[in-house]
């Protein structure tokens, strides 16, 4: 919400023996710290977490900027990252520093995370109100995506017994559409990866 607001502020996030901040100047996330990690991996690590508590500060300019990405994109990042954890014991959470660390180490952060370009951005609530779009062309038509997913997932959970649907990824050549669906919002951001990336 700070982000949609375009507003300039400091999250600070703790659980437990874990404490970092997160700062947001003018909508965009510029800077995040926990213990002795910074930028995407601290960040990440932060929006990990599970339980804790959060309060916000007024803005002040960091020691330096190490985050350039748009909001979009790295929200919707943490959630992929958060998903594919297999296990508690690799969970954001519930690493130390260091093991936190190599978790995010930059070598083994997907090509994806650098260097993307978001071309189109849509958030919902849980009611299909639209509450933030950007680049949106048909936004009926992105509605309609929404409905019809959820519609589909509700179908295919009678037929069989799986978990909750709440993400999907589908690739275009250079292009990537990501679609979230959770109780409280509906998200959905459409990539292009850097022209490297998509010529490899």
Known sequence: MECLGRKSSILEVSTGNRRGQIFIS?????HAECGQLQGEM???????LTGGEFKLQPYTEPPRRTISGQYEFLLMEAARLRDESTSPSTRP?????????????ESSMPTEARGVRIEEALLCSSA?????????????SRLELFAKLERHA???????PSGR???????????????QIQPTF?????????ASSTNE
Do not use: N, W
């Open 165 to 179: 649907f709440h993400r999907v990824s589908i690739d275009t050549g250079p292009d990537r559409l990501l679609i």
């Open 128 to 140: 299909g109100e639209v509450l933030y779009q950007a680049k949106c062309d048909s936004l009926e």
């Open 186 to 194: 509906k998200l959905l951001v459409r990539s292009a990866l850097p």
């Open 42 to 48: 601290a960040l990440y690590g932060l929006l990990g």
């Open 154 to 160: 509700m179908e295919a959970s009678k037929l069989t």
């Open 93 to 105: 959470g519930s690493l130390d520093g260091g093991e936190l660390q190599a978790a995010f180490d």
């Open 26 to 30: 003018d909508g965009a996330i510029v």
